[in-house]
C-alpha cells in the first residue's frame, strides 16, 4: 500500500517536525518501510492537496498516510478530500496518527493514556499498529454540518448552504464560544490553559435558540441516557411514530461528538461514545446538553440568575474530568447538585442520528458553530443542521490505525 508521511510543523507546541526527524522516520527505517513521499505543511488547507495529490499517483488505490498533526489539520484533511469534484468516491484512507496538536481528542480516545507511558512511545502507538503487519484501521463516523440560509422567493436568489465535516465534535453555545474566543490566545498561550480562560470569559452566558433531535437508524428514535440503570433509553418525546424531539432554550451547553468520547486526555465529555465504534454500521452523535430552566431553582432569566448557574456549570464541566462524571448529576428540590435522588439529570446525554439548532435573531452567540476547532456563524435567519454519517463501504472513507 501506498504511504505517505505528512506532518504539520507548527501546531500544538511546535516539535512535530524533532518528533518525526528522531522518531518517526527512524522507527520506519528500522522497519524496513520506506515512505513514497515526506511532506511538512506549509499553509492553512495544504494537507488537502498533498493528500489529494498523492491520491492522483496512485489511482484507485487505498493509501496509508502518516499523519502528525491535531484534530484540526485532520479536519482540514477530511473537508478538502471531500470538497474535490469526483465521479466517485476516493479509495479509503488508513491514517497512523502522531499526535502533535493542543487536545487531540482523537488520539486520546483510540490511546489511553497513563502514568506509566513513555511520552515519546505513547505518541508512536498508532505508528506501531501500522508496522505491527495486521493493518487493522477503525473506520471513521463523520459529522456533516450544513448551515442553512434563510428561504427567499424565488430561491435562486438564495446564498448557498455551508457544509462542514467533523471527525470529533460540532458544537454551538459555551464550547463554541470557548474555541472562537481561545483562537485569539493561541499565539501568547499554545497551551490548553487558554481554554479555561476562554471558558472564564463566557461561563455566564445562556443561548437561545430552538433544536430538533432526530433518530439514528437502529432503534428509530431519539435515546437519553439513564444513571439510574447507565443505559440509553427512548426519550420520552419520541416514538417511532413520532421520532423528532423538540426542545427550547436557553442552552448553557451544547456539544455532540463522533468517534471520540474525551475532546482532551481527562476531559470525558461524552463517556459512552466509544461503545458506537464497536457497532458495525453505526451513524450516531452523542449530545451533551445543559438548559438552565431544568433547574428547580430557576425563576427567570436575569444577571444574578447566570453567574449562580455558572457555578453549577462549573461543577459539571469538572466532573466531566472524573471519568465523566457529570452525566449522573442530578438536581435536588433546592436546585443543588447531587449524585442521590431521582431528580432531574443536570445533564441531557442523549443519543441521536442528528440535530438542528436554529438560534435567536437577536442572540449574536447563538450563532456560532464550532466543528473541530473550526469556527462558522450562521446567517441571521439561517440555522445548522448537523448529521451522522458512516462510509460508503470498507473501500472508502479514512479509518485509523489503532
Not at 258 to 272: G, Q, S, Y
Request: with cysteine; glycine share 6%; net charge negative.
Amino acid at each position: 500500500m501506498p504511504l505517505l508521511v505528512v506532518y504539520n510543523p507548527v501546531c500544538g507546541d511546535r516539535s512535530a517536525k524533532a518528533l518525526f526527524d528522531n522518531h518517526v522516520l527512524p522507527l520506519l527505517s528500522q522497519h524496513n518501510l520506506t515512505p513514497d513521499k515526506v511532506v511538512a505543511t506549509e499553509s492553512s488547507g495544504h494537507v488537502g492537496n498533498i493528500v489529494a495529490d498523492f491520491l492522483t499517483s496512485f489511482p484507485d488505490q487505498p493509501i496509508s498516510v502518516i499523519l502528525g498533526s491535531g484534530d484540526g489539520t485532520l479536519h482540514e484533511l477530511i473537508n478538502i478530500l471531500n470538497n474535490i469534484p469526483s465521479s466517485k468516491p476516493f479509495p479509503r484512507v488508513h491514517l497512523a496518527l502522531v499526535p502533535c496538536g493542543t487536545a487531540n481528542a482523537l488520539y486520546s480516545s483510540l490511546f489511553l493514556t497513563s502514568p506509566e507511558d513513555d511520552p515519546v512511545q505513547y505518541k508512536l502507538k498508532s505508528v506501531q499498529a501500522f508496522i505491527s503487519g495486521n493493518h487493522r484501521s477503525v473506520p471513521l463516523n463523520l459529522a456533516i454540518s450544513v448551515i442553512s440560509p434563510p428561504r427567499v422567493a424565488p430561491p435562486a436568489k438564495a446564498a448557498p448552504k455551508q457544509f462542514s465535516i467533523s471527525a470529533v465534535v460540532a458544537s454551538t453555545a459555551l464550547h463554541a464560544s470557548i474555541l472562537h474566543d481561545s483562537e485569539a490566545l493561541r499565539e501568547t498561550d499554545p497551551t490548553m490553559e487558554r481554554f479555561k480562560t476562554a471558558a472564564f470569559q463566557n461561563i455566564t452566558r445562556w443561548y437561545y435558540a430552538t433544536v430538533e433531535l432526530f433518530a439514528r437508524k437502529g432503534p428509530e428514535v431519539v435515546e437519553v441516557y439513564d444513571p439510574a440503570t447507565g443505559t440509553f433509553v427512548s426519550h420520552e418525546s419520541s416514538t417511532e411514530d413520532e421520532p423528532i424531539v423538540d426542545l427550547v432554550g436557553p442552552f448553557a451547553y451544547f456539544l455532540s461528538t463522533v468517534n471520540v468520547d474525551r475532546l482532551e486526555p481527562a476531559f470525558r465529555i461524552t463517556p459512552k461514545a466509544k461503545d458506537l465504534l464497536q457497532e458495525d454500521g453505526t451513524a450516531a452523535l452523542d449530545l451533551v446538553m445543559i438548559r438552565p430552566m431544568r433547574d428547580p431553582s430557576y425563576v427567570m432569566d436575569s444577571e444574578e440568575a447566570r453567574k449562580a448557574f455558572a457555578e453549577k456549570i462549573g461543577a459539571v464541566l469538572g466532573a466531566a474530568y472524573q471519568d465523566g462524571a457529570h452525566v449522573n448529576l442530578r438536581y435536588a428540590e433546592d436546585g443543588s447538585i447531587t449524585t442521590e435522588g431521582d431528580g432531574p439529570t443536570v445533564v441531557e446525554y442523549v443519543r441521536c442520528g442528528g440535530w438542528a439548532w436554529e438560534p435567536d435573531d437577536i442572540d449574536e452567540r447563538a450563532h456560532l458553530v464550532c466543528a473541530d476547532g473550526d469556527i462558522l456563524t450562521i446567517p441571521t435567519g439561517g440555522k445548522v443542521t448537523c448529521t451522522a454519517a458512516t462510509p460508503m463501504n470498507d473501500q472508502t472513507g479514512f479509518a485509523v490505525y489503532a
